[in-house]
């Protein structure tokens, strides 16, 4: 049998790598027993893939129940000769108990008896079941009465000996005489979940089209999704917690008589085995591992309106995606366990994009002339032929698979009540909340005590309702947002709502600047601006010094009223950072790797204009992440088109004139102003002349609002 799975398993596994599939594996831990493994079933290759990941990963050695109709030619000889039965085995039931007491094997099961290709599950009067014309009722019991068979049978044998095990099978002429009687039969519920689901042709497909010309048969038509799921999505396989068939058979393990009372042993197994198939189908649909397009959906036929408005969409799932964070018990999507904001401000943001092109392409949305949609929910709930459903109401299907869950549903009802200002506004605080949690979290880190709103590294966020126009603006390096205080402040009270965002690992200890890289120090920046987009209509963005730079790349990526950038560092008097501190910081990693002290690994900073505001030392590491922003920045000014004031001191001892000069030169914005200004310190921004660079702030958003 190990033979015959691993030259499987190695013929899977090459097939695999060919197509290029994309598999995630999880697990709640295995048990050290015979399993009886419970899987959700939607597509034929999970008969072979789920074999080849047990044997691969885990080396369980499994066999499984396949439809009787793929045993056909050289497919179903190579089937057989893996350890594959038919589901019309007439001694099925006896060769997998036989297994399972054994220890030979374990056994994969699909209760559900078929592909549910429509995934319609329903969770009616107690029970779950399938609806397609398949099978139209509560899911197939057989797997949890053979895991109960099995467990009654190692009861009797424990007290009988291998006798019992010879009559439990004695009608089909299996012997289970051999079977290990300490082995405990535990089911361990599969979940396989894939993401994105989308029809279209692949190239496999298509150059099997060309050599025999059936394009347009079922299986085709079949072929295309599947085929596209292997070459093209992501493939979570998650093994749940493993059940316990003890609890179960509690009263036969207290009295010894029942074992050999047929009335109740079939009374029991009636009983108990929709109990057992429900507890064990439950846990399986709820591990399904929740993503984007099922939040896609779920927002979408939950929205009060059949006018679809995008803006709308999005903010609607952002908020839904930040409800099912809160929820306990599901398995989140990468996608959703993070922040998720982009989608808000970055209309290209691909989960977006791709669902809205699937909704459209089966005239699920039509765009109308306004830029909208419209939502045309019949068609979505249109009966389609069972074996085409995948490819022509894909979204209905991924629907499916979580509106069975009540809570969740429940959950984006609540949210769509909700108009899109208040929406809005609620993201705008969660988001503020957001950042203080990466702020507290750091400082207990280094301070075992939570921050107050006076430290220099909080986040300063004035806002009132009233005021249209907001500004985000960035702190430099080895800074905080205090830097930033009395020009947030100058700015409020023209009219103007200002965010300051902490730069992570700033304002609270040097020693946090080693865990941060430019990843997250341009995130901060995003989040604040996608908070401030949410309750002003016109945004402007800007920074000090490295906080400028942050704001160009932003420039670069998404749409802004403004940007305003001040002794912003593309050119550093001090060559340390641009030549000599990625050679050291190559080097300090090596060196790291062999296990030895660093050459050198802080960098003073002790002449700051700014002591009590700015590290006093900084690391390397963080110097070589501040040159990666230097670098990007410099590679990204000629796509920021829209109106920039660049102010620069022209004797600045940190940042060279020059800097200014060549991002006024580089951007291709019309709207353009350069302000040169006689300063010797770099922190132009608390001098005794910082009112002129307020001035000049403020005239420019105004005149641009």
């Not at 999505?233 to 074992?259: C, N, Q, W």
């Not at 979580?402 to 809570?407: A, G, M, P, T």
């Not at 590491?621 to 922003?629: C, Q, T």
Request: contains cysteine.
């Amino acid at each position: 049998m190990r033979f015959s799975l691993t030259v499987s398993s190695l013929l899977v596994g090459i097939a695999s790598r060919l197509v290029g599939a994309n598999v995630k594996v999880s697990d709640e831990g295995l048990p050290e027993s015979s399993i009886l493994f419970v899987s959700n079933h939607f597509t034929r290759f999970e008969t072979f893939l789920l074999p080849y990941i047990l044997y691969s990963r885990y080396g369980i050695v499994s066999r499984s129940l396949a439809d009787d109709t793929v045993f056909v030619g050289l497919l179903g000889k190579f089937m057989r000769w893996a350890g594959t039965i038919s589901n019309k085995n007439k001694a099925r039931d006896c060769i997998i108990v036989e297994d399972l007491l054994k220890g030979q094997s374990n056994w994969i099961i699909y209760p559900e008896g078929y592909m549910v290709k429509n995934k319609r599950i329903t969770f009616d009067k107690g029970e779950f079941c399938t609806h397609s014309p398949e099978h139209e009722g509560p899911i197939h019991t057989g797997a949890a009465v053979m895991a109960l068979r099995a467990r009654l049978s190692q009861l009797r044998a424990e007290k009988h000996g291998h006798v019992e095990g010879r009559r439990f099978c004695s009608s089909m002429g299996i012997d289970v005489e051999d079977f290990d009687a300490s082995l405990k039969v535990r089911v361990v519920p599969v979940s396989i979940t894939y993401y994105p689901i989308r029809p279209g042709k692949n190239r496999l497909l298509t150059w099997l089209d060309s050599l025999i010309h059936q394009r347009s048969t079922r299986i085709f038509e079949e072929m295309e999704i599947e085929f596209n799921l292997l070459m093209d999505s992501e493939i979570d396989i998650h093994f749940g917690t493993p059940i316990e068939i003890d609890s179960y058979v509690e009263a036969f393990m207290k009295e010894e008589r029942l074992l050999y009372n047929r009335e109740k042993i079939d009374s029991f197994l009636e009983r108990e085995r929709k109990v057992l198939t429900n507890r064990m189908m439950k846990q399986l649909y709820s591990k399904i591992k929740i993503n984007f397009d099922h939040i896609f959906i779920l927002s979408l036929v939950t929205m009060p309106t059949v006018k679809v408005c995008p803006s709308y969409l999005r903010t609607l799932i952002y908020k839904n995606a930040r409800s099912l964070r809160k929820m306990e018990g599901y398995r989140l999507h990468p996608q959703i366990e993070e922040e998720m904001f982009r989608l808000i401000i970055d209309k290209d943001y691909a989960p977006f994009v791709s669902a809205i092109n699937i909704a459209t392409k089966q005239k699920i949305l039509y765009l109308d002339s306004d830029g909208e949609y419209l939502f045309d929910r019949s068609l979505l709930e249109k009966a389609y032929p069972f074996h085409k459903v995948r490819v022509k109401n894909t979204l209905n299907v991924i629907l499916n698979e979580i509106k069975w869950q009540q809570e969740i549903v429940s959950m984006a009802i609540g949210n769509s009540k909700y108009s899109e200002q208040e929406l809005k506004e609620d993201n705008f605080s969660h988001l503020q909340r957001r950042e203080w949690a990466y702020y507290e979290k750091e400082y207990r880190h280094y301070h075992d005590c939570s921050p107050g709103k006076e430290e220099k590294g909080a986040p300063i966020v004035l806002f009132d309702s009233k005021n249209e126009t907001g500004i985000v603006f960035s702190h430099g390096y080895l800074s905080a947002p205090r830097e930033i205080e009395t020009l947030a402040e100058f700015l409020f009270e023209k009219g103007i709502n200002v965010y300051v965002p902490r730069l992570r690992g700033h304002g609270t200890d040097p020693n946090a600047l080693k865990e941060v890289t430019v990843h997250d120090w341009e995130t901060d920046f995003e989040r604040a601006v996608t908070a401030m987009k949410q309750v002003c209509s016109r945004v402007f963005i800007g920074g000090f010094s490295t906080g400028g730079l942050l704001a160009l790349i932003y420039a670069s990526r998404y749409e802004v009223d403004g940007v305003i950038v001040i002794n912003s560092a593309l050119k550093l008097h001090d060559l340390r950072v641009s030549y000599v501190v990625p050679t050291l910081q190559f080097f300090n990693e090596m060196i790291a790797y062999l296990h030895a002290k660093g050459i050198m690994e802080w960098i003073d900073n002790d002449k700051t204009e700014q002591p009590e505001i700015n590290y006093l030392r900084h690391p390397l590491s963080a110097v070589s992440e501040l040159e990666k922003v230097m670098r990007k920045a410099f590679n990204i000014l000629k796509n920021i088109t829209m109106p920039i004031l660049v102010i620069q001191g022209d004797e600045d001892p940190v940042v060279k004139r020059k800097s200014a000069r060549l991002i006024y030169d580089t951007v291709r914005s019309e709207d353009r102003k350069l302000l040169l200004l006689p300063r010797k310190n770099h922190a132009i921004l608390a001098d005794g002349n910082h009112l002129e660079v307020f001035e000049a702030i403020a005239r420019f958003i105004e005149n641009h609002s």
